[in-house]
């Protein structure tokens, strides 16, 4: 297997006149991390642990298990689509492509993927094999453009030793966790009184996508159909108005870190600077493991994990999205290549468990049945999700563009430079601008 890290700027760069011909050589892009000094040669899937770690081994398996086929990874930074869109531009694109369901619809609806139906038929995948999430997020006008491999939320994830000296656990060895918005501060003041350091730990600085999903996550709890007209966005609502005072609040009252990106955010977890971290299932094989270490905040099986708690008396509900892997248009003309691509996918598919031990939730439904799954630590805290969580409708195109002018409007509002009213009218009149002019 040969690798490339693949930076911004080289987006539309990639060589592969250096890669050591097989027979049929796949070239793979993906996001999830660059962590070839630990598991680039692992080919034993269950020794592997996070999202690095596990692709990693699973493609290492796939080539060993698969010795006429090359397996050419590029690793983008997250999540890489300026890197793609450059190469499509220049017909460089490579053949396989991991991708969020949320951006799917943005790619297929220029017929620049390739449909599978046909090559998952050919490898006997059944479509109904998939969770009516996983399916549902990779088809578009009836057919599917990818192979469905998870699903993924926000959640509370929580440092039960921190939280045991704050006096809010339960005696059945659970944390006590906030069940409205008046629990919320109650429990944090008493959190930082007895610890002083914030109750959560919140990525707040140089992103926008944790803006978005919380802000998302707060507008289904209370029943906001925001995207009824998925070509126009509503958010100068009560609803939203609700929602980003809250979030407003938390940083005000000093409930939460400040000035934190995502890495100082993962880190100040594990390092104890705050109780609950409000981030993705992707870590929590990754907290899990470091709760069985010595030397971190965590240690001493100190962590699990909850969805985000309903704040508002709508519904249970949480954003969620998922991942896939694309084909882009034209990979499959060598028919060669195209049954290379489809084993790949069976072998995935095949494998969703390795990868549901991230904390993603599995695509493949008897995931969900087998007793491995159902073994792994915290699994029965999040089943839920498989009912609550609930995505934007398929039609809204354009999603991460749409993430990114909330992430930067909800932000400005959180931290002080606009009134709540202003960054909501500022952001719904941006994102519909973005959507009348696609």
Known sequence: MKRFLLGTAAGAAMSIASAAMADTTIEL?????????DYGTVTDVSAAVGECGIITALVNKFEADNPGIDVNVTTVEWPGYDQLNAQLASGAAPDVVSMHYSVISDY???GLLEPLDGLLAGQGIDPAAFTDAGRGGVTKDGQMFGLPFDNWTMLFHVNTNLMAQAGLMNADGTP??????????????????????????????NETAAYARVLYTLLQQQNSDFFADPTAIKLNTPEAVAAVELMKRIKDEGLSTEAMDYPAAVSGFTNGEGGIAINGTWLIGSFEAQSHEDGNALSGGGYTVYPIPQF????????????????????LEDAEKAEAIGKLFKFLADNDFQWARTGHL????????????????HRANIAEI???????????????????????????????????????????ARINDLLANL
């Not at 409205?180 to 501060?185: K, M, T, V």
């Not at 508002?312 to 990979?331: C, E, I, L, N, Q």
């Not at 599995?362 to 630590?377: C, K």
């Not at 002018?405 to 509002?413: K, M, N, Q």
Request: net charge negative.
């Open 29 to 37: 892009q993906r996001f999830f991390g660059a962590c070839d000094a």
């Open 108 to 110: 297929q609806s220029r």
């Open 176 to 205: 006590m966790l906030p069940n409205s918005i008046d629990d919320l501060f109650a429990m944090g003041a008493k959190f930082k009184e007895a610890t002083g350091k914030p109750y959560l730990v919140q990525i707040l600085a």
């Open 312 to 331: 508002f008396g709508g519904r249970d509900s949480t954003y969620a999205d998922g991942h896939g892997w694309v084909v882009p248009k034209g990979a």
């Open 362 to 377: 599995p695509a493949v439904s008897a995931v969900f049945d087998m007793p491995e799954f159902q073994g792994l630590p």
């Open 386 to 428: 498989a009912q609550t969580g609930t995505s934007l409708p398929a039609e809204v195109q354009r999603q991460f563009a749409i993430q990114d002018i909330i992430g930067e409007e909800v932000g400005s509002a959180v931290n002080g430079d606009k009134s709540v009213a202003e960054a909501l009218s500022s952001a719904e």
